[in-house]
């Protein structure tokens, strides 16, 4: 179920996309009531499954996730947030004895975990946390993928020359590694030269140690198996 914000204040931060995943149906309206008060949008879902098949996953938020559920618990819907590579960020709402798996939840990337009945403080701090930490995984995802849209912009040759350029090496250093590459495509290193303009220009970045970052996030980075 889906409710509506409340009316937020014009100097209020964007409200925040809250999920609440428990089979208490008590616990989901107490919950949606306080975060709605609050101007958060609020879904709610009774099982995992559903979660899981409507929620919209690539986008940031935070999930109020019971541990003990019928169908799939909350631990197996979190790691299926995990393989999913689902942005959202995780609160674990635990009953009195689940301590043991509440705290391996959190080791394993969970934001926090809250026993039931948890103060409005409480509550509201782990999902602030929960959704800071998803809207900074959020814009970095976002610019990852940038990355890769310009890496995978630049020619074949512009790549090589990149991943060359991305070791620290000069322009005639690198117009010789290439030449011993391809001994019928010699390059000199006034080419190279224009080559780095041009990827420098598409890739948005200014030295060789930026460059150098960016093949190594990338997994393009010479010695590395090529993704891009």
Request: contains cysteine; charged residues 20%.
């Amino acid at each position: 179920m889906t409710y509506d914000t409340a009316p937020i204040a014009a100097d209020s931060p964007d409200p925040t996309v809250v999920y609440i995943v428990d089979d208490d149906e008590g616990v989901r309206q107490s919950l949606a009531a306080l975060l709605i008060a609050r101007g958060h949008q609020v879904h709610t879902f009774a099982g995992g499954e559903a979660f899981l098949a409507e929620a919209t996953l690539d986008q940031p938020g935070c999930v109020l996730l019971d541990l003990r559920m019928e169908g799939l618990s909350g631990l197996q819907v979190f790691h299926e947030l995990g393989q999913r590579h689902s942005v959202l960020k995780t609160v674990f709402l635990s009953a009195h004895g689940e301590l043991s798996s509440a705290v391996a939840a959190v080791k394993q990337g969970a934001v926090d975990w809250l026993e039931k009945p948890c103060s409005e403080s409480t509550l509201l701090a782990a999902v602030e946390k929960a959704s800071t930490l998803s809207q900074a995984q959020a814009r970095q995802v976002q610019r990852q993928q940038q990355q890769r849209d310009r890496w995978n912009a630049l020619s074949p040759r512009q790549q090589e020359v990149a991943q060359l350029l991305a070791t620290g090496v000069s322009s005639k250093e690198a117009a010789r590694a290439l030449a011993q590459r391809d001994p019928e495509r010699p390059i000199d290193p006034r080419t190279v030269d224009t080559h780095r303009s041009a990827i420098f220009l598409k890739l948005d970045i200014r030295s060789s140690h930026e460059l150098g970052m960016l093949v190594e996030g990338l997994g393009v980075a010479l010695n590395t198996p090529r993704t891009a």
